[in-house]
């Protein structure tokens, strides 16, 4: 079966998502004008906002009788997302986001940082009017855990000898941290304390699926279809697990190319890299690894109650592989 991201992962929350959108809108805005014209782009350049839709449908399924609150919930963290990804921006110094130039490239670091700050700011004081200390706190950690993968990533940058367990502490803190918090934040939202866990178990899974398949597309993509180079991570000198996996499967002077690559930065033995993370068996274990977290991402939803809007969390996991296929 095909999955359709509208029929099938959205529109049970369609109407939620509108006025989710509605939200975010008014959640920018700000007597300074620039910081309105820089978080209108950056709010407006968002992709398929796949974590608000899961902390609406999470919120469903936690059958929240408030679902201004979920609505609210859903825009803050969508607003944390976006934050995030100007910051990321501005440290990877791109020059486009999903085929548009980014803020950085627009205006200019300081500004794209500052403003980064005000989304970050404006998220928490949206969530101090829902009036729930154990959410309040679950997001104050998170944010916390959220910023440490970033630093993380940081310092494994060029480091050859960074571990599979490392670049999973990378990827939870980076990617799959946000994802918890809009599914288990739904769980506390409502009170339905005994769906925190398998919430949060199945976002976190996803999440590290939804990584490790956007690290295989670095090297299996192209542009048009990424929305940023080819070899972006390489580039950087990000030791991102189809490299790890590379080093592991490789002698002689594969082995050392790989290594070089990862310590030097630049793209000057891209082909060649690519070459070797296929022909090495590394992008088969990273789809292997993407299939696991998948399935026990699909496990953790077993948990739940079965719905519409349990199947659309299903669905989203399941079209999230289909991009490996």
Known sequence: ?????????????????????????????????????VSKHVV???????????CLLAAHICEEPNLVNAQKLAAIIEMLHTATLVHD?????????????????????????????????RAFDLLVDLNNMVLLKDFSTGT????????????????????????????????SRLFELATEGAAILA?????????????GHFGNAFQIIDDILDYTSDAETLGKN???DLMEGKPTLPLISALQNTTGEEHAIVRKSIAT??????????????????LDYCRQRAHEETTSALNALQQLPESDYRQALHNLAQLALHRIQ
């Open 265 to 282: 930065g630049g793209i000057a033995d891209l082909d060649r890299v690519i070459e070797i993370v296929n022909s090495s068996g590394a």
């Open 144 to 175: 916390c855990e959220i910023a440490e993968g970033e630093v993380l990533q940081l310092q494994a940058q060029h480091q050859p000898d960074t571990d599979e367990a490392t670049y999973l502490s990378i990827i939870h803190g980076k990617t």
């Open 1 to 37: 079966m095909t999955i359709d991201f509208k029929q099938d992962i959205l529109a049970p929350v369609a109407t939620d998502f509108a006025a989710m959108d509605k939200l975010i809108n008014e959640g920018i805005s700000s007597k300074v004008a620039l910081v309105m014209s």
């Open 44 to 54: 407006e350049a968002g992709g398929k906002r796949m974590r608000p839709i899961m």
């Open 89 to 121: 921006d501005v440290v990877d110094e791109s020059g486009l986001r999903r085929g548009r130039p980014t803020a950085n490239a627009t205006w200019n670091n300081q500004t794209a940082v500052l403003v980064g700050d005000f989304l970050i700011s």
């Open 230 to 232: 080819i070899g972006d």
């Open 191 to 203: 009170g339905k304390h005994e769906y925190r866990e398998p919430l949060r178990l199945f976002a």
